[in-house]
């Protein structure tokens, strides 16, 4: 995680796959598993939540390689406690297993 970061604005997640079935996948939508939540109760206050895919580009735009693709949960998947979560821009295969940062924000309490 990184330092400057105030911890308490965001959690962890990791993103797993794409949302699919047996033959047919469906970029648009992500699952994320988000850490300490394991039932659909717990996963349904993070609906609406921001979440943000962080990586690093080899060229630099603006003076930084860091870039963020932005998404929000959208709804449970399951009863594990993950979720599905859509992107303004579809994350890429290369994601799989990569974390992501799941905001705090907007707020509903």
């Given at each position: 995680?990184?330092?400057?970061?105030?911890t308490?604005?965001?959690?962890?997640?990791?993103?797993?796959?794409?949302?699919r079935?047996?033959?047919?996948?469906?970029?648009?939508?992500?699952?994320?598993?988000?850490?300490?939540?394991d039932?659909?109760?717990?996963?349904?206050?993070?609906?609406?939540?921001?979440v943000?895919?962080?990586?690093?580009?080899?060229?630099?735009?603006?003076?930084?390689?860091?870039?963020?693709?932005?998404?929000?949960?959208?709804?449970?998947?399951?009863?594990?406690?993950?979720?599905?979560?859509?992107?303004?821009?579809?994350?890429p295969?290369?994601?799989?297993?990569?974390?992501?940062?799941?905001?705090?924000?907007?707020?509903?309490?």
């Amino acid at each position: 995680m990184d330092r400057w970061v105030n911890t308490n604005s965001l959690c962890r997640g990791r993103h797993l796959s794409y949302q699919r079935s047996k033959r047919a996948v469906n970029p648009n939508t992500s699952l994320i598993k988000i850490d300490g939540v394991d039932s659909t109760e717990a996963a349904n206050f993070y609906l609406g939540k921001k979440v943000a895919f962080v990586y690093r580009a080899k060229r630099e735009v603006r003076g930084s390689n860091i870039r963020v693709i932005w998404g929000k949960v959208t709804r449970p998947h399951g009863n594990s406690g993950v979720v599905r979560a859509q992107f303004r821009h579809n994350l890429p295969p290369k994601s799989f297993g990569a974390t992501v940062r799941v905001m705090l924000y907007p707020s509903n309490i």
